[in-house]
């Protein structure tokens, strides 16, 4: 489970800790990664949207594709069909990311042990190319000859601190790549071969603190 901070919140719950908070401890709330809040997203638009939540023609056209798969689900256990627009009038347009109210970059905290925590293609490089976001409901562990492998499939929480660094110099590690492609994946940067930020007077590593990562940023960051 995803649990959203500003760096506001973030002092309130330090400053007064959820019953979560302290059964997990804000010390071992670990930086497992960090990305960029995107300026836009893509969306339809509102005039799209009240097309089809209103228009007789298309909400008919979409009950026969529900009944589609539901005939299919039953029929065959599974459905590969897929809803899409009615007609090609709307077109999804880029729109500015609401999410950069709280913060130009978010800072993801797991509540499990560093080296048990994992995402999606965490050990390819470059990473901001592959990598996800850190998994809420898998943790892994390694066998006898040092592979990855499942450990558990019980969910747990990770803070997602949103936060807008106050230095103009500020850097990842996909900004030091070779050929548009960096040398890291997240495997690499959380067991430090490189810090998640880096401001040019201090850098932010992974496993860091939740306690730890608000007084650098409050610092000045």
Sequence with gaps: MFIELT?????????TPSDTLKVVGADKCLLCYVEKVQETIMDWPEEAKQFWATDPEYLAWKKRDRERVDWELKTYGHSSFEFSP?????????????????GTYVAYFTTVPLEKQWGDDWDDAPYEHNAGIPYD????????NGK???????????YKVYFTPKHDYVRMPEDYGFGGNSPFCVDDINKGA????FNGDCGIQGGTTL??????IEEGF
């Design 148 to 158: 990855t492998h499942i450990e558990s499939r019980e969910d747990f929480i990770i």
């Design 86 to 102: 009615w007609d090609n009038r709307y077109h999804m347009q880029d729109f500015p990311n609401p999410e950069l109210e709280k």
């Design 7 to 15: 760096i506001k919140e973030l002092k309130e719950l330090l400053s």
């Design 211 to 216: 306690p730890e990562f608000l007084k650098i």
């Design 137 to 144: 409901d898998i943790t892994y562990g390694k066998d006898e």
């Design 194 to 197: 490189v810090a998640w930020l």
